[in-house]
């Protein structure tokens, strides 16, 4: 696919939390050698990745910018860590209604305005997270990394007050464009 890119929706957090996660990644990947989960910045997907032809990039931008003037920032917390075995452990992110409204705005926009309709993780229900060790985690070390980690803290929160479009360079996911939530405001 020469003529498209790989790309997602997600919320990247702002400072010092993600340099907090960049450094449990770099934490898994140094004692419990899962190094995928640093392919892309922290990030709460909002929709999963979709490819789309490069000459229509521009069509791309201008719709996620129309989309992110009609939402509103939401807070966001983060409370200690979950997994899905046997791959993949994560830092939880709080129940919330707002979040799971914008998720669907973000779905629905994409699936009516850009003909996406793949928006969740093989049709499994929203389940947001922040990843910090997935596929590569082999399962002798997703049971050592849970055991560590299913009792430890960690919490943080705030504002999502942008939405990102992650672009795929054909090694890792890049911060390609913010759109920031200015409905009301």
Known sequence: ??????????????????????????????????????HSP????????FDWKDKKEGELIDSLQSLSSSLVPIPITLNNFG?????????????????????????????IKLGLFNADYKDLPFHPHMTVAFRDLKK?????????????????EFI??????LKHDGERWNSFREFELTSGS
């Open 1 to 38: 696919m020469p003529d498209k890119n790989r790309y997602f929706i997600g919320i990247i957090p702002p400072s010092p939390i993600c340099e907090e996660v960049l450094e449990l990644k770099q934490y898994f990947r140094d004692h419990f050698q899962s190094k995928a989960a640093l």
């Open 160 to 165: 999502a007050d942008k939405i990102c479009l």
């Open 42 to 49: 922290p990030h709460i997907t909002l929709h999963m990745p």
């Open 140 to 156: 002798s070390n997703f049971l050592k990394a849970w055991d560590d980690y299913r009792n430890r803290l960690f919490d943080g």
């Open 83 to 111: 997994s899905f075995p046997p791959k993949t452990i994560f830092i939880q992110v709080g129940a919330s209604d707002a979040l799971v409204q914008l998720q669907l705005k973000v779905r629905q926009h994409c699936k």
